[in-house]
């Protein structure tokens, strides 16, 4: 059984920063790819950023320099930095990986964590 978790979620001012982290557990070999999405009430799921298995990234062009993804193998965890952020970033942000599990892929979803970005 394999699950993530993510935190790091919470309110804050615009032009401040918070850093989500996403969590791998359970009999995962290793993280192919990682994926940051974001959602708001009553609006379809966005995609945000990813990271490859050779650790490539990739950005909505929403986020494109303010937000860095960035992993951590050793402890199968993803994290998304967000710097400059602005009230439009709020939503529910969510990983979604493809993870390693022995000689098979399985594509997992976290339960999200709310991003509030209020003065």
């Known amino acids: 059984q394999v699950q993530l978790a993510e935190s790091g979620g919470g309110l804050v001012q615009p032009g401040g920063s918070l850093r989500l982290s996403c969590a791998g557990s359970g009999s995962i070999t290793s993280i192919v790819t990682m994926d940051w999405y974001r959602q708001t009430p009553g609006k379809q799921r966005d995609w945000v950023a990813g990271i490859t298995s050779d650790g490539h990234t990739n950005y909505a062009d929403s986020v494109k320099g303010r937000f860095t993804i960035s992993r951590n193998n050793a402890k199968n965890t993803v994290y998304l930095q967000m710097n400059s952020l602005k009230p439009e970033d709020t939503a529910v942000y969510y990983c979604?990986?493809?993870?390693?599990?022995?000689?098979?892929?399985?594509?997992?979803w976290g339960q999200g964590t709310q991003v509030t970005v209020s003065s």
């Open positions: 979604n990986a493809a993870l390693r599990v022995g000689i098979v892929n399985v594509n997992s």
